[in-house]
């Protein structure tokens, strides 16, 4: 049996989860000194003392290096579940695989993952509920 449409599902997924990469890694190679006095700026505007742009920068690092790490862990659980579609070798478990990914994928980069985490939930839910045609001789 084919399984074209829990790859082509799970390759957007990547794609998607490609994207938070990207993205991570922007704001975290982006001059740190720039971005505090941008949230120092925002700051200002907003009329807040409660919080510093220290501390502000330093919580949007910490969050885009979880979404960097999640979103990696999801590429590379995306990448086996192909593998173990592709030959139909072993699809349940691809599935099972696909739809922790996209749990987990989706709150632990605080929603912005959802797409992605949707993507692999459908191509999870694919995988598992798909039956094998039984050929009569």
Known sequence: ???????????IGILLFGILIFGSAMYLSADSGEIQQ???????????????AEDLSQTFESAA??????????VILGLISIFLL??????????????????????????????GGVVYL?????????KEKKMIA
Do not use: D, H, Y
């Open 1 to 11: 049996m084919k399984r074209t449409g829990e790859i082509v599902f799970t390759v």
């Open 38 to 52: 941008l949230f120092e700026e925002v700051l200002q505007e907003e009329g807040t003392n409660e919080v510093s």
């Open 65 to 74: 290096t979880t979404m960097l790490i999640v979103s990696i862990v999801s």
């Open 86 to 115: 592709v030959g139909n070798k072993k699809p349940k478990i691809a599935g099972v695989i696909l739809l922790i990914t996209a749990i987990g994928g989706t709150f632990l980069t605080m929603f912005f993952g959802i797409f």
């Open 122 to 130: 459908v191509a999870g839910i694919m995988a598992l509920v798909r």
